[in-house]
Each structure stands twice: as C-alpha cells, then as structure tokens.
C-alpha cells in the first residue's frame, strides 16, 4: 500500500545522519512509498503551515543527490556527515500556537508516518507534538554523547569516538617531544561515555568523566599531579588527561573551558608539591601543560562503517515497524541486535532524569569499561594514590 513517509533529524548534528536519510529513501522506495524530508526538525512543520515552503520541495527521490560527470550514479550521502535536512532542537516553549501549526504543517503535507531521527532532547520535544498532533511515529537514536536510554549504540557515537582516538594520536606525539602534559576536553553533555571509550582507545593516562568525577576538588588535583609524577619516575615524561565537558569545577558547577581550568589547577598544585620534601623526587616543578578543547570537530567526518551499518539497520527496523503500523517506538541497539522499545516508556524516563537534571543514560560506574581503565592503569579519579 502507498503511503507517505516523513523524516526529520532534530538536535546537534553527528556523522550518520544523511546515511539514515539514504538508507530510510532506499527502503521505502522498494515499498513504493513518497519520502519527506522536513528541513529544520519540526521546523519544517512550521514554515509549511505558515506558506514558507510547499510539501514538493520536501520530496526525497533516491537518485536525487547524484553527483555530476563520470562520477554519476555514487551515491554519496551515506559517506557525507551533517545532515541535508539541517538539524535543529527548537522547542515549542511552551506557546500552544506554535505546537499548533506545527500539527497542521503535519496534516498539510499528509503524512501516514514520521521518522524523527533524534537524540535525548529532541525526542523528549518530538514526542509531546506526536502525542498532541497524534502522530505515527518511529524514533531513531542519534547522538556523540551515546546518552539515549535503553540502546547501547545511537548513530555518530562510534564515529565520534574515532575522531577522539585519532587526536589523541596525533597529540601523544607533540605532548612526548616535549614532555608535556596535554589535557583534551571532550564533548558528551552530562555524559562520560566519548571521553572513556576514546581515552581507553587512544592511550590516555588520565580519564576524567562526571559519572565518577562529579567536580574537581583539591584531593583530585593532588592526585592526578601524582599520578604524573609516578609516570615520570617510569620514564614517561609525557601525559594525556581526557577531561569529559561534564566535569563540574570545584564549586560543582558548570564550567566554560574545563580542560583550560583544570590546567591551572595542575600548575598551580604541582608548583606547591614540587617543593614538598617527600616529593622533590618527581620533578613536579617541570611539569609543562597545555589544553585544548576539541569541540565540533568531534561531529564532522565520514561516518564509520560501523556508524552506516547502524544507520542502515535502524532505518530498514523503522521502514518495518511503518509498515506493521507498529507506531511509537523507539529503534534500539540491544545485544548486538536491532530491537524496538516504547516511546512512552523512553520519553517518560527522559523526562523523569531531565527534571532530576540527571544524565538519561550515565556511564556504569561499575561496568566493564569502567574496570578495564582501571586494570590499564589509567586514572579515573576514584581512588587517591598513594605517596
Ligand atoms: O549533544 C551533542 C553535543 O555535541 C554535546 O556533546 C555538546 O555539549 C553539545 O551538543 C554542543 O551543542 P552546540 O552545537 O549547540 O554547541
């Protein structure tokens, strides 16, 4: 039976997207369905119902993204990052005319389903218009911060995570040159999951995330300077601290720039330890620091296969799950499988965790990941060093 299919990402961009697009165009083409891609998340709804735009610039045609000359019929999109569709986590702030038109922009273009691609914020927005406008819909996690409950994977996670590794790579080589210290900032949100995967993958010594860290104290300060101490009396001479965004300054709250902070905080107490008699050993004094905050960059790149391989196995579950009328579900990765969750039950423990102002899906503190960064020797912050 024809039907007619709308897609929209909505929230912070990662690598995937437009492979989810491709992947969501490719299946619903097989099934004889119309395609719509909504530009700007919900937006798109809105801008239609208020005579922006028409319901035909939002159709998606399998070979529309063609690229020119010889190299017609690549099809390119599954490799490029961003989105085509633009991407976008406006709310309706609570203006029920707003919510309004975006539920007639919906109606207008006459939709029998919708993908919202998205992660923890938008689907927590999405899902009250759905439930208002009475959509059919099918919810797609995405997200570098890897924080949308009940999937262990969202699409750009591992793509991130490679970018992660791959500056720490870079990096290991300037910080031994010149026996530096080099502390990276991570992205993640209030999640640690970027910045512990990538730190276990590209050889950090220091792995900070708010999970375990939830603020950066003296004791913690004094650590790490050990820490880096004990790793120069090794002969290594060098060190890389990741620092997850998350991370809390000492008065527990949010801070611009952590990395740069914390930085201060290791001259400043490795200055006072170098001069502690017990400690003269450790060439503290010498310690040389620099930090950088890696930023957006952690969102860009050709999305990794395993990134395509999500992107393609969750848009052929929600192209299933339309075609079942199988609507408010949430696609998950699940045991190394594709499995399908309640939106209700998703959105509700989104929102119970947004009003306690936690993570919806923190690292385990306990898990496996957590004790193989243990076992590795690198330090987590949990434990004070002896001296
Ligand atoms: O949620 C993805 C994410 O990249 C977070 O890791 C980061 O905190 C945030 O988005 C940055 O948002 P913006 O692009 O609005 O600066």
Sequence with gaps: ??????????????????????????????????????????????????????????ELREHCYDLPGLLHGIDILQFLSGSI????????????????TIIRGYQDLKLDALIAVGGDGSLDIIYDLAQQGRWNIVAIPKTIDNDVPFTERSVGFDTAVDKVTSALYDLTFTAASHDRTIIIEVMGRNAGHLALSSGIAGGADVILIPELVPKIDEDLITNICLRIAQLRQSGRKFALVVIAEGVRNHAGERQKAIAEYL????????????FTEKLEFCDLHKIETRSLILGHIQRSGTPSSYDRLLAATFAKKAADLIAEENYNQLVVWQNGEVQIQSLDKVVSHIKKRHQLG????????????????????IYLGENPIPH
């Design 1 to 58: 039976m024809s039907k007619r299919i709308g897609i929209l990402t909505s929230g912070g961009d990662c690598p995937g997207l437009n492979a989810i697009i491709r992947a969501v165009v490719k299946c619903s083409s097989q099934k004889g369905w119309d395609v719509y891609g909504i530009p700007y998340g919900t937006q798109g709804f809105l801008r239609l119902a208020n005579g922006n735009c028409h319901s035909q610039d939002f």
């Design 358 to 377: 936690i993570c919806p899906n923190p690292v385990d503190a306990n898990g496996f990941l957590v004790q193989t960064a243990g076992s590795l020797g």
């Design 263 to 274: 930085t201060t905080q290791i001259n400043e107490t490795s200055q006072k330890l170098s």
């Design 85 to 100: 569709l633009g991407s976008l986590s406006k709310g309706t702030s609570g203006d029920q005319a707003i919510a309004d």
